[in-house]
């Protein structure tokens, strides 16, 4: 593959990107039911899990040339500036109310002591996560480039898939699949290497090998991953799982594989000077997202707004305001301490 921009990958962020905040907005949750479920909803989350798999599998993409070259200086100067940004978000997000109302009725530290708490209950997970729940996804990006990084220092660069797909399993086995196997684990499976391991190491080997896939067979791969994601989801609910709970399950390598290659067959696809604007503002986007729409449901509970017009407006105003946030911020002299 030339070295030219694939505008296809800036799309794939961007959809991602909405995806992850379709996933914490949580629309249709509560109504329409079907059936005394919220199955529209529950539905719009699963089939938005594709999201982070997908960020993990373009980074290792794009890594694979560094890491194969210098594997170790890679790993120092990607790591460095991530765990920077990581330690920023979660302090603010350790020191920002969640619920404005309970600082009102009562005070700051009354608010924010339960929080706290909660993370220091499992100091251990909380060290792969951080301040807030979405933060996982740096330390899980670090853990997944060091091993891959570690295989390709010491030779062993051949081992890293079947590594990583070890990784996955057990992280399955720990996790979503836990009540089936009762398998444990020191941490939440999807925090750390579990997951991320595989993922990197799928776009790392599709561009080594320059591995490419028909469209039509990366389409059927992406169906098949994603409807075997939707069965686990709705099987796993027999053992008092919740449909909307799984983060990644035995079909998304495949689902996320699959719309990974289609995307890299029309590499042009959304070749527009906006959208090449807008890649550079995803990773801030990502992590600032929770933080707006914690805000936005405060406002709208004070506003007494609920039901559909929530589900309507939460999502696009989450994105926007996330987007200007992220650009104010590129802006000042804290784009250095909070954006990469």
């Not at 990644?248 to 495949?254: A, E, I, N, Q, S």
Request: with cysteine; aromatic share 14%; net charge neutral.
């Amino acid at each position: 593959m030339k070295n030219s921009r694939i505008t296809s990958l800036d799309l794939g962020r961007f959809l991602a990107i909405i995806a992850v905040i379709i996933i914490h907005c949580a629309p249709l949750q509560v109504e329409p039911l079907i059936g005394d479920q919220p199955w529209l909803g529950m539905l719009l989350n699963q089939l938005s899990r594709f999201a982070v798999p997908l960020f993990f599998i373009i980074s290792g993409y794009f890594l694979m040339p560094k890491l194969v070259g210098e594997p170790v200086e890679t790993l120092k100067k990607y790591s460095a500036p991530l765990l920077k940004i990581w330690l920023a978000w979660s302090v603010i997000y350790l020191v920002i109310p969640f619920n404005l109302g309970t600082v009102v009725e009562e005070s700051y530290l009354a608010e924010r002591m339960g929080y706290w708490d909660y993370l220091l209950s499992a100091p251990l997970n909380t060290l792969f996560e951080g301040g807030i729940v979405h933060l996982w996804f740096i330390p899980g990006l670090i853990c997944g480039t060091a091993i891959n990084a570690m295989l390709c220092h010491y030779k062993q660069a051949h081992i890293a898939l079947p590594l990583a797909v070890i990784l996955y399993v057990y992280g399955l086995m720990a996790g979503s699949y836990h009540p089936v196997f009762g398998l444990e684990a020191p941490i939440f499976t999807r925090n750390g290497p579990f997951f991320s391991t595989l993922m990197i190491a799928i776009g790392f080997e599709v561009r080594f090998r320059n591995i490419s896939v028909s469209t039509a067979k990366a389409a059927y791969m992406l169906l098949a991953g994603m409807l075997f994601h939707l069965y686990e989801a709705y099987y796993l609910v027999s053992y008092d799982m919740f449909f909307v709970e799984h983060d990644f399950l035995v079909g998304t390598p495949l689902w996320t594989t699959g719309i990974f290659f289609l995307l890299l067959n029309k590499p042009q696809l959304g070749n527009t000077p906006r959208l090449t604007r807008l890649s550079k503002d995803i990773l801030g986007i990502y992590l600032c997202h929770l933080m707006i729409f914690i805000y936005l449901a405060n406002i709208f509970t004070i506003l007494e707004l609920e039901g559909i017009l929530i589900d309507i407006i939460s999502v696009p105003l989450t994105f926007i305001i996330s987007l200007l946030l992220t650009r104010l911020l590129s802006k000042t002299p804290l784009k250095h301490v909070l954006l990469r």
